[in-house]
């Protein structure tokens, strides 16, 4: 198959909305269904429920992970985290590890 047709196929697969890798927004829209109670870009207003921007990836996937397994208790971030996979949990945390904290 000529390289032409190829990358026709492959822009006609990828132009379905489940064609997630292809999708340069994806992080940030994964992102932001946290924005509601985390803050725009992870930059909450308010002292009950903290900030994720320029928080480490590494930190914020330890601590997703523990409200998961339910080592660590919470009243809404036990039924959240397992509401994603882990691919798409690594790129929130990226995501918002990559974002300037407001203070
Ligand atoms: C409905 C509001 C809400 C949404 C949406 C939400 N969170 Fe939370 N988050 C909380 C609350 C409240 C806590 C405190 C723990 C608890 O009570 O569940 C928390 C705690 C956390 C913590 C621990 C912070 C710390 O330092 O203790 C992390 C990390 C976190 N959330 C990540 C996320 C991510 C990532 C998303 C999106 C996938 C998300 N949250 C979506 C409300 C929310």
């Known amino acids: 198959m000529p390289l032409r047709s190829l990358a026709a196929a492959a822009a006609l697969v990828c132009a379905a909305p489940w064609c997630a890798a292809q999708d340069a927004n994806l992080?940030?829209?994964?992102?932001?269904?946290c924005a509601n109670c985390h803050g725009t870009n992870g930059n909450v207003r308010g002292k009950d429920v903290k900030p994720l921007a320029g928080v480490a990836a590494e930190k914020i996937l330890a601590q997703i992970a523990d409200f998961k397994s339910g080592a660590q208790p919470a009243t809404i971030m036990h039924q959240i985290a397992k509401g994603y996979t882990?691919?798409?949990?690594?790129l929130i945390a990226n995501y918002y590890a990559a974002q300037?904290?407001?203070q």
Not at 86 to 90: I, P, S
């Open 27 to 33: 992080a940030r829209n994964l992102a932001a269904t």
């Open 86 to 90: 882990d691919e798409q949990l690594k």
């Open 100 to 102: 300037k904290p407001a």
